[in-house]
């Protein structure tokens, strides 16, 4: 009897420490099932979590705009669904080689720039970047085999471009030489301007600009080609980068300009309007995915409608 008491008793010890011990594990909550596949609060709460962060938000909005994102939840579980009914599988490699096209389209040549620059604008974990892009990829791919959605013609992207020529903006082509500050420090940053002072001079005093570019640009992708960019549009460029070099003239060498990447010293070769062929692609894929939208937004409402939606947000508003 002696025996029996002291198990019960540690039993009940052991229970109660069990208790104490997990008690303060969140639980994360199911607030929407698609058919038999849940959607749990916390992936809704972190997209609210980086919109908020992005734009102010006001109360009086949260119910409506988390109900928005909860939306796109369940719309990328229906093409999710419909997807694996097709058998379509978008591989990591197709997704790496989606982001070297844009990439290249940013004259972009280092993989961990491309990170930072997603990071910081998007404001999003690489990682949820890639997956979004193979969302969008399946998205696509779903969209031709259920509704047939063709890329428009080059006709139809010439026509856009000579309708909207003018909202376009320019393009530039420079050389330039980047310096990147190895801290944040006030010195570090004077050290970099000095040297790309001094290099300033050396080009002034008649040394080539390109000589100089490859020994000493710290940008993998231009400095063996001496430092040439090439024909960028404005909006391809470091905002306050590509607000300098808009206002050169054709041969000026600049002072020091600081950008996202480092102090850059450029020697500016020319500007002209933004050319069919160096946007017909984003003009192209722009068009495509203004097709894929619209037939899009039809197609899901009506499989949203034929699927089985249960949504437990006590907050839900409706569009």
Known sequence: MKTTKHIALFTLIVLASSSAAYSWEPFDRVIAVVNDRPIVESE?????????????????????ERSRLLDRFIEDSIVI???EQQSIVVSDEKVTNHIKKLMGRMNIASMDDFKKRV?????IPFDEYREDIRKSLITEQVMSLAIGVSPPTRREAMDWYNANKAKLGFEVNVRHILIRPKNASLGEEKRVIAEINALRQRITRGEPFEQLAAAHSED??????????????????DPYFANQVF??????????????????????????????????????????????????????????????VRIYMEDYVKA
Do not use: C
């Open 220 to 237: 993998p992708g231009t400095s063996k080609k001496g430092g040439a960019i090439g024909w960028m549009s404005l909006a391809e460029l």
């Open 44 to 64: 809704v709460a972190g997209r609210l979590t980086r919109l908020q962060q992005r734009r102010n938000v006001p109360r009086n909005r949260l119910a409506y």
């Open 119 to 123: 990071e910081k604008a998007e404001n």
């Open 81 to 83: 669904q419909e997807a």
């Open 247 to 308: 206002q050169m003239r054709d041969g000026q060498l600049s002072a020091a300009i600081k950008s996202g990447y480092g102090y850059h010293l450029v020697k500016f070769l020319g500007k002209r309007p933004v050319t069919f062929d160096s946007v017909e692609d984003r003009i192209v894929s722009m068009l495509f995915q203004q097709k894929l939208a619209e037939q899009f937004a039809k197609w899901v409402v009506q499989r949203r409608r034929e699927s089985e």
